[in-house]
């Protein structure tokens, strides 16, 4: 059995707001009036192992249980200064991709990082789908965790039109290529994408480049529950980022999928998560 194989409870619920293939809206949902801040910023650390621990780290028991929280806690990042930091985006993005798309991490993004305060220049999500019958999908992630979604949209754009560079792309096949698991399932087709020798079109070819927006929305600062009213305007929220991201031409050059998660208040979703993970430190 596969250490993938086992998941926390889903805790984000889907919006039935999908604009068609490649948009979707997840949400932590409300309790007693209020958006569920505290229990996102909990769920957001259950999946700190898988997030930021290689995989012959996570064979997680009763025992190591305990140390291994710590270790994911420590490499995600010690820094006083987290308030401008995207970790709880970066992870909301990778529990989603995980839960609902039934994807596998290749290597974890924090994996890279010469401490546990860098900021990297690489995807954010590097994971793997595989579905019968067809080459395997390379998941790419660029996540963005901005109080404006305004903002949010426009540094995606940015990022992923940087990653696209010919240079940056054959920098990381030469980075990810030799991390992947030999144990990853059909691990032959997914490290054959990687191959230095192999063209940069087979890798872009069977890539998803994923952006995670995850941003202060109205629609969940004023909601109670996810009623109508509620998902009408998510939906709304949903078509601006769509837009944005059709009119920049970018998901004519590649295969786009846009995940976004509606916050009621960014600040105080990444405050009670830093609380969490000094806790675990």
């Not at 792309?169 to 691990?187: A, C, D, E, F, M």
């Not at 991201?245 to 600040?267: E, F, H, M, W």
Request: hydrophobic share 40%.
């Amino acid at each position: 059995m596969s250490v993938y194989d086992q998941k926390p409870d889903r805790f984000l619920a889907k919006l039935q707001v999908s604009l068609g293939e490649g948009t979707e809206a997840y949400c932590a949902g409300f309790e007693m009036n209020e958006w569920r801040c505290s229990p996102f910023a909990f769920h957001l650390a259950e999946w700190l192992p898988e997030y930021a621990l290689p995989e012959e780290e996570l064979r997680i028991h009763h025992e190591n249980l305990l140390m291994k929280l710590h270790q994911a806690a420590i490499r995600v990042y010690t820094s006083e200064k987290y308030k401008n930091r995207g970790e709880a985006g970066e992870i909301a993005l990778h529990a989603i991709c995980r839960d609902y798309f039934g994807t596998i991490p290749l290597s974890p993004r924090v994996f890279y990082k010469s401490s546990s305060n860098d900021v990297v220049k690489a995807f954010d999500m590097v994971h793997v789908r595989l579905i019968d019958n067809q080459k395997p999908e390379i998941w790419l992630g660029e996540s963005k965790l901005y109080e404006t979604a305004s903002k949010a949209v426009s540094d995606a754009i940015a990022s992923v039109s940087q990653h696209l560079d010919a240079g940056f792309l054959t920098n990381q096949k030469v980075l990810l290529g030799p991390q992947i698991p030999k144990s990853t399932p059909r691990y032959e087709e997914i490290v054959a994408l990687f191959n230095k020798n192999s063209s940069l079109d087979e890798l872009i070819g069977n890539a998803v480049f994923v952006i995670g927006i995850s941003c202060d929305s109205l629609a969940a600062l004023e909601a109670q529950t996810t009623d109508n009213a509620y998902l009408q305007k998510i939906r709304s929220e949903l078509e601006y980022l769509w837009s944005r991201i059709n009119n920049s031409g970018l998901n004519q050059r590649v295969r786009i999928r846009l995940i976004y998660t509606p916050l009621a208040n960014k600040n105080s979703l990444v405050e009670a998560f830093d609380r969490r993970l000094k806790g675990l430190q």
